[in-house]
């Protein structure tokens, strides 16, 4: 399995967050949160070992144009998404 920090490199602003070792039941609010916690022009990003199209759709539906998401990888069992933080007006 390559290291998602392999992928791309790693931007002076970006920050990994392994979902991987974050216990299922605290998942979407860690998530939530640290999302919360980007400046403009910051990324994070995800890794995971599925697709998470729910949280995709919430994360686009709470943050709306503030959060882009890109997929860096998409494979069964590998997936990396970097969430870039837009300033919005």
């Known amino acids: 399995m390559r290291n998602p920090a ?3 490199p790693i931007l002076s602003q970006q920050y990994v967050f392994d979902a991987r070792g974050v216990a299922r039941r605290f998942r979407h609010a860690a998530i939530f949160g640290a999302l919360n916690a980007l400046e403009p022009g910051e990324v994070m990003r995800f890794v995971n070992d599925h697709d998470p199209l729910p ?3 919430q994360i686009e539906q709470h943050f709306g144009p503030r959060v882009g998401i890109g997929y860096v990888a998409r494979e069964p069992g590998n997936i990396v998404i970097d969430f870039s933080v837009n300033a919005v007006d």
């Open 6 to 8: 392999d992928v791309l």
């Open 55 to 57: 949280l995709l759709a």
